[in-house]
């Protein structure tokens, strides 16, 4: 089992910044890839940025290019998403996930999400 808990979220001005953590406990955190997703409300879930287990490699929504970054650290047992230049239709609740080798992989541990609310 992975125990996942996100935190950082809160209420930004549009085009102000936010950096969303993930704190996971349980099994060993580098051979999992990582990603977070979004879900706001009345949509369906949809992924937001992924890493690899060392970090090297990384992979982001249309939407999330050049604004967001996606980064870990495996010591800390600790994955990050740096979020700038935000707009209202950021707003969602935010989850990180867990996939055990490549972020391609099914996802099969979540955390409960933290919310982002973008004021306009």
């Known amino acids: 089992q992975v125990q996942l808990v996100e935190s950082g979220g809160g209420l930004v001005q549009t085009g102000g910044s936010l950096r969303l953590s993930c704190a996971a406990s349980?099994?060993?955190?580098?051979?999992?890839?990582m990603g977070w997703f979004r879900q706001a409300p009345g949509k369906e879930r949809e992924f937001v940025a992924a890493?690899?287990?060392?970090?090297?490699?990384?992979s982001y929504a249309d939407s999330a290019k050049g604004r967001f970054t996606i980064s870990r650290d495996n010591a800390k047992n600790t994955v990050y998403l740096q979020m700038n230049s935000l707009l209202p239709e950021d707003t969602a609740v935010y989850h990180c996930?867990?996939?055990?080798?490549?972020?391609?992989?099914?996802?099969?541990?979540w955390g409960r999400g933290t919310q982002v609310t973008v004021s306009s």
């Open positions: 349980g099994r060993t955190f580098s051979n999992y890839a």
């Open positions: 996930a867990a996939a055990r080798g490549s972020y391609r992989n099914k996802y099969d541990y």
């Open positions: 890493i690899s287990l060392s970090g090297s490699s990384t």
